[in-house]
């Protein structure tokens, strides 16, 4: 009984001695810092710069205080471009649209500063690459689609293939945008970025989310009557390492009537491939990866580290070479 009551208590202190030492693994608070997402496209009206303070999820609400005193500024090699100042907003994020028109030179370097009263300040700096040097659509036909569940109720979809090439060049990188205009609802027409799908491509790529740029709607199916996502906008990367003969030809698919509305036939859809800086590429990589093995438990881990110093997040400027098309009714 002696060697029972022995091993008992021997028991309990190893398993006191245990949690102690779990305790010493649980790791301190994590300084708040800086998130931002700068994805600046050269020409566009739409451009906007989203802020936030980091912050562990176990944070009761009280402790996550709005942002306070934010200052940004976008400096060029001839002086100060942009600046923007919010005394408070109204939680911890703020979202900064900036005003069409800023002159953005290729070739020239731009630096971002944030400062804001709790958190340290961050930096960063980016150069706008070259546009690409020529590209090419034409139309490769038109189709239908017939989505799975739960997107059925949309059945079925008209679309259109067409067939890109632009011409690349070595240690750049590009991706791919498409806008198209749609008759929405008390005959509102609104231009917005549209996926679409790769249906062959002389080049390896990959699609990921383009964080700022995420758009989800929502739309009832009859079906279920259930509210489903109805878009969540994605991009398709490439590397110019990895085009052969420095020509990307690729043939993708446009769905022309879905979610929000039929396809405005009057105006043009517009095909932009995109030149950025390798920093955003790599930063797009890393999301791309992480989402893809989210529920692998044995991947390696992904660090978003983007091109911030002293924050987390990206700030590049791209430029483009656009081409538009008006589609046949038929």
Request: aromatic share 14%.
């Amino acid at each position: 009984m002696k060697n029972i009551l022995t091993e008992i208590c021997l028991f309990f202190i190893l398993l006191f001695n245990r949690c102690q030492g779990l305790t010493e693994l649980i790791p301190p608070d994590f300084e708040e810092k800086i998130w931002v997402n700068a994805i600046i496209i050269d020409g566009s009206d739409q451009n906007k710069i989203i802020v936030e303070k980091s912050f562990q999820s176990e944070y009761p609400s009280e402790v996550k205080g709005p942002l306070e005193d934010l200052s940004v500024m976008i400096n060029s090699e001839n002086g100060v471009l942009f600046e923007y100042f919010n005394p408070k907003s109204e939680n911890r994020i703020d979202t900064i649209y900036l005003p069409y028109g800023l002159d953005f030179i290729p070739g020239h370097k731009y630096k971002l500063k944030i400062s804001e009263r709790n958190t340290r300040t961050i930096t960063s700096e980016t150069v706008l690459p070259l546009a690409s040097a020529d590209l090419e659509v034409g139309i490769g036909g038109m189709t239908q689609t017939f989505l799975q569940y739960p997107f059925e109720c949309h059945n079925p979809v008209k679309s259109i293939i067409l067939n890109i090439k632009f011409i690349s060049e070595a240690g750049r990188f590009y991706f791919i945008d498409i806008k198209i205009n749609r008759d929405l609802i008390y005959n509102d027409t609104l231009r917005r970025l549209t996926n679409y799908d790769i249906l062959e491509s002389n080049s390896p790529y990959f699609k990921t989310f383009v964080p700022g740029f995420r758009s989800i709607g929502f739309i009832s199916c009859f079906t279920d009557g259930l509210f489903i996502p109805s878009e969540s906008y994605q991009a398709c990367f490439y590397d110019g390492r990895t085009i052969p003969d420095d020509t990307c030809k690729l043939k993708i698919k446009i769905d022309l009537k879905r979610y929000y509305g039929y396809y405005d036939y009057k105006k043009p859809v517009i095909i932009y491939i995109n030149s950025i800086a390798k920093d955003l590429y790599t930063f797009e990589k890393n999301y791309h990866t992480y989402h893809e093995t989210l529920f692998d438990p044995f991947s390696e881990p992904v660090y978003l580290k983007g091109n911030i110093k002293g924050g987390y997040g990206i700030f590049a400027i791209c430029s483009n070479k656009q081409y538009s098309l008006i589609l046949p009714v038929d």
